[in-house]
């Protein structure tokens, strides 16, 4: 995007999205897997008239996501094969939580500009997006696997940028359905884990413990982290915990953290970190995409390493190193003293 010319052409990328979605929602990936199949093929398939599927079948062959493999036949590219759900990695619940959800909330965004609120903000709904969205529960459960499909391709990156084996009982600080901690303890055979989050998450992440075969070593507890974090850890990992919130509000949950860990324990937060001077690269934007996301809903922010570093050590952290998992780093932070 970097190389675009035109605003014109740059101001048409919501096409890309709906184009993208679009394929998701047909199940493209799924009915084609391997194979390559002609447009009227296909549109019997997944239901759709046949000149209008070919049509967007060459759209998505101008994307890079399906090829045309001479006739009238289309088969997935790799890229094309992350919308099967069944692949590794998929992203098909994220690109239909962004077909459904957030299209129509960056269609506000100049009102969070403006004003520097959130859309639930705007509304008059209050300020936690989170409490907000449990009255949704359909919109919860896309969230949800959104997460799980981001998580999910996250994992070995992860466990390969930081030792776990050292810690006895490791805990996902709002680990939602349990994704990253299980992937954390399926690595490491003799960790114990908690999965805390709120109580909706809970059903998902005993269901995924039990799936995955390390009910016997993972507990789900429910609760609210600005209330108070359960004891029993001594490594607290989160994971898109800090970005969803202001300065006071993430101050409140690493306090909470403290408390909860021994002397010695240990913090790992893991966020994507904002550049200190932003360029064109493919990296900074996605990072400066993600935080305006975060001012729409819920109304938290990309930092800088620096301000991560500022924000742990005003609760009371020692910093103890960085590392890179992907597109996201791994900041670990120790509790030095009580
Ligand atoms: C952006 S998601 C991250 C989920 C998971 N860590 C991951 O990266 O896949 C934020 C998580 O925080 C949880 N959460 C929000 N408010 C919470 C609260 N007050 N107490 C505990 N968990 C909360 C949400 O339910 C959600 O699972």
């Known amino acids: 995007m970097s190389g675009s010319e035109s605003i014109f052409d740059l101001v048409q990328s919501h096409r890309i999205t709906a184009v993208i979605y679009a394929a998701a929602k047909l199940d493209l990936?799924?009915?084609?897997?391997?194979?390559?199949?002609?447009?009227?093929?296909?549109?019997?398939?997944?239901?759709?008239?046949?000149?209008?599927?070919?049509?967007?079948?060459?759209?998505?062959?101008?994307i890079g996501v399906c090829n045309q493999t001479g006739g009238d036949r289309f088969g997935m590219t790799d890229l094309g094969r992350q919308l099967d759900r069944n692949a590794y990695p998929s992203f098909k619940d994220w690109v239909l939580f962004e077909g459904e959800v957030l299209v129509r909330s960056w269609a506000g965004l100049v009102d969070s500009v403006r004003s520097g609120k959130t859309a639930t903000e705007i509304r008059g709904e209050g300020h936690d997006r989170y409490a907000v969205m449990g009255n949704s529960p359909e919109v919860v459960s896309r969230f949800n696997a959104a997460m799980v499909s981001l998580t999910r391709s996250l994992v070995p990156k992860i466990v390969q940028a930081y030792d776990f084996s050292k810690a006895n009982i490791v805990m996902d600080l709002g680990g939602g359905s349990g994704e990253l901690i299980a992937g954390v303890l399926l690595h490491n055979p003799n960790l114990r884990g908690i999965a805390f989050d709120l109580a909706r998450c809970e059903t998902a992440a005993r269901e995924h413990f039990n799936r995955v075969g390390i009910a016997d070593r993972c507990r789900f507890v429910a609760g609210d982290f600005f209330e108070a974090v359960p004891r029993g850890a001594d490594t607290i990992l989160m994971k898109s915990i800090l970005h969803n919130w202001r300065d006071d509000r993430s101050e409140i949950i690493l306090r909470k953290c403290r408390d909860a860990l021994p002397v010695g324990?240990?913090?790992?937060?893991?966020?994507?970190i904002m550049p200190e001077l932003p360029t064109t690269a493919a990296r900074d934007r996605e990072r400066a995409m993600s935080d305006l996301n975060m001012l729409r809903e819920p109304g938290g922010l990309e930092r800088t390493e620096a301000q991560y570093r500022a924000l742990a050590e005003s609760a009371g952290f020692t910093f103890a190193g960085i590392s890179n998992a992907g597109a996201f780093s791994l900041l670990q932070f120790d509790k030095v003293a009580n």
């Open 29 to 62: 990936a799924e009915t084609l897997g391997d194979d390559a199949k002609s447009a009227a093929e296909l549109a019997r398939l997944v239901s759709a008239e046949e000149s209008a599927l070919r049509r967007l079948l060459v759209a998505l062959t101008t």
């Open 265 to 272: 324990g240990k913090l790992i937060i893991i966020e994507r």
